[in-house]
């Protein structure tokens, strides 16, 4: 029997190791190694106010496929569920917009959509954008910011880009590559679009509404891992750190423990047929260092950015604004003209109806998001901080002020890579190193993008290389 060890028992560790039992049957005996005490990653399902709440990522891009498949493959089609028609504002310009629909991550189909949210001169420059002559990309990946800066002027990009970017990768456009985070946008432009607002005028659905844009499942979405790790049959072991890898003969040793401390000696090592590896790219750096050198320089370059989520749950019955969340810009104040800590509120009782059905009887359920790249700010606070800064910006934002009956901090330390122009030639760097080692895979949020559906799709494609390599 073959062995594989999994590296990371998040989404794409987790799935990975389904993948393999599916494709492999039993023929493999799978061990899913985590470093912390439970599986999970950027998942996690925790209990606010006594309702299970997702602290990390809340929910999936439901126009690609690979999530919806995976979720129906599992069994688990039943507790899928779709936002209601409760529609997101934006803090732009010093005011509370709409956001505006018929745009692509901000970039407008038409100077029309964005008008409420930019000044006069703003949407002049939207308007012209058209007239600029055509987009010249060339051959390597471009800075988004610069690009858009000299397209639509400043005024798109900080009141609107920027925050639905910031709300992804925590990172604002200028800091970002055009075809790292918006791929179709690219395509469209070297299809022949003469325009960014003409390519993405192409990337609109024609029907807006029809398809629901985002998922995630009732009970949260922590209930996905284990249903894979428990159809994967893999054994999992938590809070066990793999500290090195090393090519043998006849496949890998793995060295697990801790980092060498007297009162913690490391376990025995293992020995495994092949090795996947799910994890951040610090983790993925350093147990590449000795076995793909290219690879490991190449995670080594990936800049992160840390942020928090603050969960509150507020007494039944509190009223929140008709939408399903406030995005922030970077910089924005209130009327006294002090600046907001968090960048974005998820109204969750507004925006999910899983939730929304329990503001009667139950608590009214409130996300605050806090970190942007390079800009710690409140993240600097301890908890107790972090969420009286939450709970101000929400009385300042919304009128809410009632106090929370529970609240939850989680910190995302260096959780979101950042998708910078060089990105895409770094993770072809890794992927061809990678590809010269016989039983080695990579697979995860650094690789081709950050949302659930593309880490889903790197474990696809991770287990497909193992299992054709073990079975040859």
């Given at each position: ?18 993948r ?26 925790a ?17 690609r ?26 803090h732009?310009g010093g ?13 407008p189909?038409s ?15 939207v ?20 690009l ?28 970002l ?46 209930g ?36 060498a ?29 000795g076995?793909?050198p ?27 604004p008709?939408?399903s969340g ?45 970190g ?50 060089g ?5 072809a ?14 697979a ?25 390599q073990?079975?040859?």
């Amino acid at each position: 029997m073959k062995q594989v060890a999994v590296v990371g028992g998040g989404i794409s560790g987790l799935t990975t190791a389904y993948r393999l039992r599916r494709l492999l049957g039993d023929r493999v005996e799978i061990t899913v190694f985590e470093s912390t005490p439970a599986i999970g990653g950027k998942l996690r399902t925790a209990e606010v106010g006594g309702v299970g709440y997702d602290v990390g990522a809340e929910a999936f891009l439901a126009r690609r496929p690979e999530m919806l498949d995976l979720v129906a493959e599992v069994g688990l089609a039943d507790r899928l569920v779709h936002p209601t028609k409760a529609r997101a504002k934006i803090h732009a310009g010093g005011s509370v917009q709409g956001l505006p629909p018929g745009t692509v991550m901000g970039v407008p189909g038409s100077a029309d959509t964005v008008a409420g949210v930019l000044s006069d001169d703003g949407r002049r420059a939207v308007e012209k954008e058209r007239s600029l002559g055509p987009v010249e990309l060339g051959e390597a990946d471009v800075p988004l910011g610069p690009l858009l800066r000299a397209r639509f002027g400043d005024e798109l990009v900080d009141r609107l880009v920027d925050p639905l970017l910031g709300g992804v990768y925590a990172g604002g456009a200028d800091g970002l590559g055009l075809r790292a985070t918006m791929p179709g946008l690219a395509d469209a432009v070297a299809a022949g679009a003469g325009s960014l607002t003409e390519a993405a005028s192409s990337l609109l659905p024609k029907t807006p509404g029809t398809t629901p844009v985002f998922g995630t499942l009732a009970g949260g979405l922590q209930g996905l891992l284990q249903r894979l790790l428990d159809l994967s049959g893999a054994r999992l072991r938590t809070s066990a750190t793999v500290r090195s890898l090393t090519r043998t003969t006849t496949g890998w040793r793995l060295d697990i423990g801790a980092a060498a401390p007297a009162h913690a000696p490391a376990d025995s090592p293992i020995g495994v047929d092949a090795v996947v590896l799910a994890v951040p790219a610090p983790a993925a750096r350093k147990l590449l260092d000795g076995v793909a050198p290219a690879a490991s320089v190449a995670f080594g370059e990936v800049e992160l950015a840390s942020m928090a989520v603050v969960a509150l749950a507020l007494p039944p019955g509190t009223e929140l604004p008709e939408a399903s969340g406030i995005l922030i810009g970077a910089g924005e104040r209130d009327a006294e003209g002090v600046l907001y800590a968090a960048k974005a509120f998820t109204f969750s009782s507004n925006k999910w109806a899983h939730y929304g059905g329990r503001r009667n009887h139950g608590p009214v359920l409130v996300r605050g998001s806090v970190g942007r790249f390079r800009e710690p700010g409140a993240l600097n606070g301890d908890d107790d901080a972090l969420v009286l800064a939450v709970r101000d910006d929400l009385a300042r934002l919304a009128g809410v002020t009632a106090t929370p009956i529970d609240t939850l901090v989680t910190r995302w330390g260096g959780g979101l890579p950042q998708y910078g122009a060089g990105h895409l030639e770094r993770v072809a760097r890794i992927e061809a190193a990678v590809a010269d080692v016989p039983g080695l895979a990579v697979a995860g949020a650094t690789l081709h993008g950050v949302g659930l559906p593309a880490c889903v799709a790197t474990a696809d494609a991770a287990a497909r290389r193992i299992a054709a390599q073990l079975t040859m």
